[in-house]
């Protein structure tokens, strides 16, 4: 299986800073990665596919990136709703792995 | 507008049979490059990929579930199953099923139904 280590597992963060969550594939996934934003008690949300795409609806302050076999989700500018948990997932081999997920909260 | 909604048993027994369904609208699993899959997360913790069918019939699972899962679907009435067996405690999680298209995987997302196994 591919193994995505996800870092870091939590993060904290002010209003307006420039924040980046990696995770990095065991092996080649090339673009199969994808990020989901999960707030309590609601459903995963994705946000960016093709490890760069950004979903309709997703605020531009968001991207997503590559380097090699470490992929980051990038958020330019902090804001309080984007508290939540980040995971990403490869789905470029079955099966499909997600990493450990990443806590964002506001200092 | 893409919907889905879960349901299952709420709770069951160890050694039981979990049956779940998945009804959706606003897309059909006839359709070219259509999929649905599942996934689970315990309470506090991460998610978990379970299956994937296609519009073509052609099935997935997660191997770590030794054979104990059976993704269905039944295109006439908009439904995908999922079928666990020989359920365990560590099978308590709330289960998700979501849609895949050819190039976004999981771009809309049930609300999720949540399982307890107790005996």
């Known amino acids: 299986d591919i193994q995505m280590t996800q870092s870091p597992s939590s993060l904290s963060a002010s209003l307006g800073d420039r924040v980046t969550i990696t995770c990095r594939a065991s092996q080649d996934i090339g673009n199969y990665l994808s990020w989901f934003q999960q707030k309590p008690g609601k459903s995963p949300r994705l946000m960016i596919y093709?490890?760069?795409n950004l979903e309709d609806g997703v605020p531009s302050r968001f991207s997503g990136s590559r380097s090699g076999s470490d992929y980051s989700l990038t958020i330019s500018s902090l804001e309080s709703e984007d508290t939540a948990i980040y995971y990403c997932l490869q789905y470029d081999k079955y099966p499909n792995t997600f990493g450990a997920g990443t806590k964002l909260e506001l200092k | 507008q893409v919907t889905l909604k879960e349901s299952g048993p709420g709770i069951l027994q160890p050694s039981q049979t979990l049956s779940l369904t998945c009804t959706f609208s606003g897309f059909s699993l006839s359709t070219y490059g259509m999929g649905v899959g599942w996934i689970r997360q315990p309470s506090g913790k991460g998610l978990e990929w379970l299956a994937n069918?296609?519009?073509?019939?052609?099935?997935y699972y997660n191997p770590s579930l030794k054979n104990r899962l059976t993704i269905s679907k039944d295109t006439s009435n908009n439904q995908a199953f999922l079928k666990i067996t020989n359920v365990d405690t560590a099978d308590t999680a709330t289960y998700y099923c979501a849609t895949i298209a050819a190039i976004s995987p999981f771009d809309y997302w049930g609300q999720g139904v949540m399982v307890t196994v107790s005996s």
């Open positions: 069918i296609w519009w073509d019939d052609d099935k």
């Open positions: 093709g490890a760069t």
